[in-house]
């Protein structure tokens, strides 16, 4: 997923900033990947109601599969009965989590400082997400109340969505983005081909995501229920591409690429919360209006003036709140208790990241001067260009 | 598949047209992945003998499958009989019927509508491919004849060639393309290493369809002769890339880079009607005959002044009909039957799929303008340039 | 593996050079994956001794599992003994003895020539890399001692890092390089996003390579041991890219992608001699010392004015001998015993590719022309440009 997310966004920004979007994403996979190993798994399915005191905190296997790792052959009933291995359910939610982080780089592209980023990043990582995480799928409060999220609309997606949102409000938006008189400056991307392939990875490996959010795979029933859900992930991914497309052609009199490939993410998105259904026609509306939700949205945050680098917020948290809603509608949900589960994340996940934002610009700024931005990050924080050797358009007014 | 096709095709393309053929691709892929699921899947399986009474169209888990899903455990033997589920099945087909409009997108790229190309995917995608796959992989009359196509050298890639031909036969060649004098302007490929990676992705993901193609995985039995179909797959695509190299520096006296590859893929294609035998050596002739007649036909089709804009043709549908016979060769098929498929799917695929071309150019264009070709569909259908920074050359002439 | 190698050096290399990168990859998947079953897996497995008159050359399925395919189901039991197929087995170790090449090719890039880089790449992998292979793997002399090298950080990375070395050896910096007064000329990368894509791909295709390399997968026991493999893979693989990153920041005073993706690899390849360990803590020093060392390492090559094309040397070499020791101090492994390993490969592989190299060049030149090289491989060798529309800076000196 991290190399979908980081070829999609280095695809879109312009190409003085396409270096340190690939920096950025490859160190957030790094720094996850050590921080959920650290504190962030522990504290999201050690102790459901986070007693700090509690914590044992690097993750590893269980006492009972330490037991059979050292040769003790009656372990083996207990360690079936928790149906998946304990580091292999690590390294799945790990993946979440990256693609989490993922979301804010993508939002924040072309103005954050690399190195508060990173900062966020750790916190982001090891804290907040895990505290999500714990309150759902760790057995927490919300889960017990019933919220259902089959593979994280509200926990993953979301919770990235808020802490970019958070993020996009506190850096302002990148300079030239917004004229005086309220129109847009689109920003085109540097390698549209590169971005598509970024979408495909995405697409491929939401099948792994959704279809291994069933968590077993041990017999025939488990293979049925897979092949379901891989297969609505799919239908929601193309309906919520054609939707995107046709909108953009009959709304805006334009096919646009970019916002397609947005759509079909939100359609993954939006199924995401509950794609083990066996109706698969319910996809097709689950993920069209994924699709739609994010193309409006895209013209919403423009309206607010807030920019979104790659339309990341969109494509994530609305989509997201749409398909924990759908849920609710369509697939077994409760609706009351899926939109508490949406408001309960959003009105802890977006002020203590608008806090944490606020904090880091108090040690170091979160957002590189605006002469590095005419300039690029690339050359700027990393010393070199992405592609040194083609001649650049020059941008005279940027 | 898709991405493998995506990056091979849009690499392949002048800068101008890269945007396009990623949205064509992605569209493909979305429009499949709908019209399969509303029609075309259950055409295919439904009934080999194509009742339309009969259809009960939308795909769906089977009466068995829906019983296990609702916790009725007796309904397991049933399910096990089938040896894989319903879904998974349609997940796989859908990969290939995707695969095989690609190889249209690819024939025809620089010059085709986008809306017309739609328009034909889904008539494609939902009547056409459909027919053929039930007359074979359905159960139909050619599969009671005995013919063999394991993976899909006929039903999949000839089927695309042969519409891919159509097209290109009714769309003609693109601007300055041939000369009067017979002569033939290249147009290279516009970011090699793109292309490059699609080529791998697609040889990699071959491994998934040519083993996967054997469809059961539930033994030790089946984990052998799985191995045996990857190893075969594998030998033939370094066969075919290695007749294809030697051919052009020793034919043409210029080792090339972009034909070898399609050499590697027409190795690929031609084993994949009968990869399944366990004396690898056979796998390299299959491989080496693929890439000598994908380089040859390469030559072919320009003799004949057909245009096709990435080689689709002939490493698709004439490497396809090589390797359909040589299972009537090499590995066990009855040589008059391989034969009668080959024709069969020729004489119903191709002429539908002309008249198909020539009733869309009735009502809409299926073809861009001069001036749009000059300018690249980039601009002209999506108002964007897939590497807008970057400063392009200007084709003076074109 | 191959695709990410190949984009990794492909955005490495300067545009100049990028087709021939792709093209000498594509070609040594496909010279390994024929010499490989032609004569390099039987020499490796067919006798620990290397009686060649032992031979039967040709790689495939086993006596039982012909059996097996051919309907005599008491073999199942004979089968199973082998834990896995013969031909499954084959087609890993084929991937390994692929990416060895790959390390040459990365080292020698922008100035080999073509053809003798592919006759190296024959004896390599039908000779060279079987050897060391037969040695360990195959059960030879230095398994019987007992020396540990789970995935290949001696096997597979210090052979191709040896091989690599010789040739630089051999063929001398790229012109220009280096200076009278000792400084370097840094070549920057064409195209860093691809180069990160490629990262990625290795980064991925490694949790295949070390957890494939548990050579079983039939049981919970085999699943928990896995998980943990995959595991210490991710974060030794983040700890490399961590310290890289820090010690480019704190001493070079300069945040350095490129190395960065080195020190990444750098702590992949450590962690592959023995990553089979429940401890998970672990696997973050022998990353981060791999990626130390990858990054001393380069500058140390620089010192000694040898040219390493993408700094295959140190991530591969330097940082396999620091794995392979590792499992001496941390792992289970007879430290002697690893550095008797380590020393004898080295001994073998260094001199014997030496020679190799020198033999090659008096034959046909290993080198292009100081000319050829000025104006780039690909217009050279191939007559074709990686990206031949945009605009490419000249470089006036070179």
């Given at each position: ?8 966004e ?13 920096l950025k ?7 996850s990947g ?11 399915y050690?102790?459901a ?7 044992r ?6 006492e ?5 790792l ?5 372990a083996?009933a ?11 359910h690590w ?5 979440f989590?990256a ?13 954050v400082?690399l190195w508060?980023?990173f900062?966020f ?12 995480g714990a309150?759902?799928w ?10 259902k999220?089959f ?5 993953v ?5 808020w802490?970019a949102?958070?993020g ?12 005086q ?13 590169l971005a ?16 291994g959010s ?5 017999g025939v029933?488990d293979?049925v229920a897979m092949?379901?859900i891989?297969v ?32 079909a ?16 026609f ?5 993920g069209a209006?994924?699709?739609?939700i ?13 920019d ?21 509608i ?12 949406i408001l309960?994340?959003g009105a802890f996940?977006f002020?203590v990241s608008?806090?944490?934002w ?8 979160v957002?590189?001067?605006?002469d590095a ?8 924080e990393?010393g070199?260009?992405?592609y ?6 020059q941008?005279p007014e940027?």
């Open positions: 997923m991290s190399a979908g997310f980081t070829m999609l280095s695809g879109s920004v312009r190409a003085r900033n396409a270096s340190v979007i690939c994403n490859v160190g957030l996979l790094a720094i050590i921080s959920f190993y650290l504190v962030g798994y522990t504290l999201m050690g102790s109601q986070i007693h700090v005191g509690d914590l905190f690097l993750s590893g296997p269980s009972v599969e330490r037991s059979l050292s040769g003790d052959e009656s083996i207990a360690v079936l009965e928790n149906e998946n291995s304990t580091m292999s390294l799945f939610q790990m993946a989590v693609s989490s982080a993922s979301i804010v780089s993508g939002t924040l592209a072309e103005r400082r508060s980023f900062v990043v750790v916190v982001l990582t090891s804290l907040i997400y895990p505290v999500v309150w759902t760790g057995g927490g409060w919300l889960d017990e109340m019933g919220f999220d593979a994280g609309s509200t926990v997606h979301s919770t990235g969505g802490a949102l958070a996009a409000v506190v850096l302002g938006a990148r300079r030239g983005k917004f004229n008189n309220g129109s847009v400056n689109q920003t085109p991307p540097s390698n549209v081909p598509t392939l970024g979408m495909f990875i995405l697409w491929m490996g939401w099948f792994a995501f959704n279809g069933h968590l077993r795979l041990s029933i293979a092949s379901n891989v609505n992930t799919n239908l929601a991914a193309c309906s919520g591409f054609v939707a995107a497309i046709a909108l953009s052609r009959l709304v805006f009199h334009r096919v646009d690429l970019m916002v397609s490939l947005s759509g993410i939100a359609g993954l998105v939006a199924v995401s919360a509950g794609p083990d259904f066996s109706g698969h319910w996809a097709i509306p689950v209006v994924g699709g739609t994010c193309v409006m949205g895209l013209k919403l945050l423009e309206k607010c003036r807030i979104d680098g790659v339309g990341a917020i969109p494509a994530h948290l609305f989509s997201g709140v749409w398909g924990t809603i759908a849920v609710g369509g697939s077994g949900g409760d609706l009351l208790v899926q939109l508490t589960g309960s994340v996940v002020p608008l806090l944490l606020l904090a880091i610009g108090q040690v170091i700024n957002r590189i001067s605006m931005e005419r300039r690029g990050k690339d050359l700027v990393l070199i260009q992405a040194p050797e083609f001649l650049v358009l941008d940027q």
